[in-house]
């Protein structure tokens, strides 16, 4: 089982050898796919048979698939609730059907790619922006981060499910969301706080987060796996 702070899981398989360039532009436009156009239930059939076979491609089984979505079981029944207020059930099933085909194909390239080289495909990508002055190291950073925060909340989520289990609390869902979002902000400020550490609040280049101090002039991060 691949914990979800450190989800890469290695491997020879055809999605593992792919650039992670390729592979940020296939999540870009699969998420498109299914979340941009109406809700429509043979559309999102073939995409659910899609990440199948991708995960089928990727040789991580059915199992992992069935792991991903039981870990956001749980954000997918609070979005589905809410929905349920404002719309007729069968939209709030197709939209939530949406949200969660998204996430499953999140957490596959983060599954079949290192952080290291997210970081660096995302910030080739944003290399022509540097001759307006935008460092983009930090937003390869921000979005790499962004990228594994989904499987970062669903291990948030198991905890706090596991946690009010074991205090015998009953599963209210709005005591969920309400540890859920302590949690995220409490991992949000640990993130920050381990940034600042490293140099990356201040006006000079950035320093590695490896822990070795990057020369100036280089551009490249790599995030700890």
């Known amino acids: 089982m691949v ?36 809700p429509d239930a043979l559309l999102l059939g073939i995409a659910a048979a899609g990440v199948v076979a991708l995960y089928l491609v990727a040789r991580l089984g059915l199992a992992e698939l069935g792991r991903q979505i039981w870990g956001v079981r749980w954000i997918i029944a609070v979005v589905l609730v809410g929905q349920l207020i404002f719309l007729p059930w069968h939209v709030a099933a197709l939209t939530s059907t949406r949200m969660l085909l998204a996430i499953l194909l999140a957490a596959l390239v983060t599954l079949t790619t290192r952080a290291s080289d997210i970081l660096e495909a995302i910030e080739r990508g944003l290399a022509p922006l540097r001759r307006f002055g935008l460092r983009t190291e930090r937003i390869a950073l921000v979005l790499g981060m962004a990228i594994r925060a989904v499987p970062i909340v669903i291990d948030l989520a198991s905890e706090v499910r596991d946690a009010q289990r074991a205090r015998g609390v009953g599963g209210s869902i709005t005591a969920m969301v309400v540890l859920l979002l302590v949690g995220a902000l409490r991992h949000a400020d640990d993130v920050a706080d381990a940034l600042a550490a490293r140099g990356m609040d201040d006006d000079e280049e950035p320093v590695m987060l490896e822990g070795s101090v990057r020369p100036r002039g280089a551009s490249r991060l790599r995030l700890r796996r």
């Open 3 to 38: 914990g979800a702070l450190s989800l890469y899981a290695p491997g020879t398989s055809p999605l593992h050898r792919l650039p992670a360039s390729t592979k940020l532009l296939g999540l870009l436009i699969g998420g498109l796919v299914v979340t941009v156009p109406r």
